[in-house]
């Protein structure tokens, strides 16, 4: 397996545990469950590792994707640009959680906000997942790009460039 066959395999993972998290914590909300908003925390915590692992393998993908013909250099670029904030708000996500999951323990009077501000967090970090996967498909799935001129005709989408790359050339 290569590096861009294992950035492939754990990069869904980042975006998949907060989208998860969320509903469960919602679910903890209006029952008034702390075991349920506690199993929430831990996902979100979960989540942050994976981050990790996705921006470790991203760097090692970034180096080979950028040899392959037909990939587009400046769709990578701010891919992994993107990326960044997303695993800095994963890694707050997931920081914040632990807190939160401490003080629910601890039967904290904070513990009882502490749901809605990851809540709050959770939402943000999504929005940024939103904007990493859809960059990091368009990479090689030619049929996403916005603002391209995509040949039909070259349906593997080898050799189609994005209307940013003709512009760099």
């Given at each position: 397996?290569?590096?861009?066959h294992?950035?492939?395999v754990?990069?869904?993972?980042?975006?998949?545990?907060?989208?998860?998290g969320?509903?469960?914590?919602?679910?903890?909300?209006f029952?008034?469950?702390?075991?349920?908003?506690?199993?929430?925390?831990?996902?979100?915590?979960?989540?942050?590792?994976?981050s990790?692992?996705?921006?470790?393998?991203?760097?090692?993908?970034?180096?080979?994707?950028?040899?392959?013909?037909?990939?587009?250099?400046?769709?990578?670029?701010?891919?992994?640009?993107i990326?960044?904030?997303?695993?800095?708000?994963?890694?707050?996500?997931?920081?914040?959680?632990?807190?939160?999951?401490?003080?629910?323990?601890?039967?904290?009077?904070i513990?009882k906000?502490?749901?809605?501000?990851?809540?709050?967090?959770?939402?943000?970090?999504?929005?940024?997942?939103q904007?990493?996967?859809?960059?990091?498909?368009?990479?090689?799935h030619?049929?996403?790009?916005?603002?391209?001129?995509?040949d039909?005709r070259?349906?593997?989408?080898?050799?189609t460039?994005?209307?940013?790359?003709?512009?760099?050339?």
């Amino acid at each position: 397996m290569d590096e861009l066959h294992l950035h492939l395999v754990v990069n869904h993972l980042p975006i998949i545990f907060p989208i998860v998290g969320l509903m469960i914590l919602l679910i903890g909300i209006f029952t008034k469950s702390e075991v349920t908003k506690r199993n929430a925390y831990i996902i979100f915590i979960v989540g942050a590792i994976t981050s990790i692992a996705a921006m470790v393998t991203g760097e090692n993908a970034e180096n080979s994707a950028t040899k392959i013909a037909g990939l587009s250099e400046s769709l990578i670029e701010k891919h992994a640009d993107i990326s960044e904030i997303f695993a800095i708000l994963t890694y707050f996500l997931g920081g914040i959680s632990l807190a939160a999951l401490i003080l629910s323990f601890k039967n904290s009077v904070i513990s009882k906000y502490a749901p809605f501000v990851v809540g709050i967090l959770a939402i943000v970090c999504l929005f940024f997942g939103q904007k990493v996967g859809t960059t990091g498909g368009e990479i090689k799935h030619t049929e996403i790009r916005t603002g391209q001129d995509f040949d039909y005709r070259n349906f593997e989408g080898n050799g189609t460039t994005s209307k940013s790359d003709e512009e760099n050339n």
